[in-house]
């Protein structure tokens, strides 16, 4: 069986597996990561969102082949950590706004947020409304006006 290695949340990590498995059953079931839940499976309601080298992307969509030894895929679990806290900015805002009602998508909608406010950063520019509005992760339970303040305020503090 083919061997995979990259780095999650700072660890470099080996699996055996095959090609075609995608990345977040390597996550959930061979490696117990279970922040990035998994939802649609086909890369729609987005509740497994996670970061491949500081960007979004939805590992239920892409099979453990495409990752190089020095990918670096960050979940939830591994986000504090790049702000060296034990939560990070926009965990925070996120608790502050109670935004959670069943939480289910919660990981994969704060994974998008943070990957949004860092690309906008970094085109120079603050978050604005029609850049909220791209985020395509769906909340079933319906706590979009909540969501979005949570983004403002987060992106305060990061």
Same mark, same amino acid.
């Given at each position: 069986m083919p061997q995979h290695t990259f780095v999650l949340n700072g660890e470099s990590v080996?699996?055996?597996?095959?090609?075609?498995?995608?990345?977040?059953w390597?996550? #959930? %079931?061979?490696?117990?990561?279970t922040g990035p839940k998994? /939802?649609?499976?086909?890369?729609?309601?987005k509740a497994?969102?996670?970061?491949i080298n500081g960007k979004a992307f939805n590992p239920?969509?892409?099979?453990v082949s495409a990752l190089a030894d020095d990918d670096e895929v960050t979940t939830i679990e591994g986000l504090p950590d790049t702000v060296g806290a034990n939560l990070h900015p926009m965990q925070?805002?996120?608790?502050? #706004? %109670?935004?959670?009602?069943?939480?289910?998508?919660?990981? /994969?909608?704060?994974m998008a947020a943070v990957a949004l406010v860092r690309k906008v950063r970094?085109?120079?520019?603050?978050?604005?409304?029609?850049?909220?509005d791209t985020i395509r992760n769906i909340c079933r339970c319906g706590t979009y006006t909540r969501i979005r303040q949570a983004i403002k305020q987060?992106?305060?503090s990061m």
């Open positions: 080996t699996v055996d597996v095959e090609d075609d498995v995608r990345i977040l390597v996550l #959930r %079931d061979l490696l117990g990561v998994y /939802g649609c499976g086909i890369n729609v309601c497994c969102t996670s970061h239920c969509s892409v099979p925070e805002a996120w608790l502050d #706004r %109670d935004v959670a009602q069943c939480g289910y998508c919660q990981p /994969g909608q704060i970094d085109e120079g520019r603050a978050i604005s409304e029609a850049d909220l987060g992106a305060e």
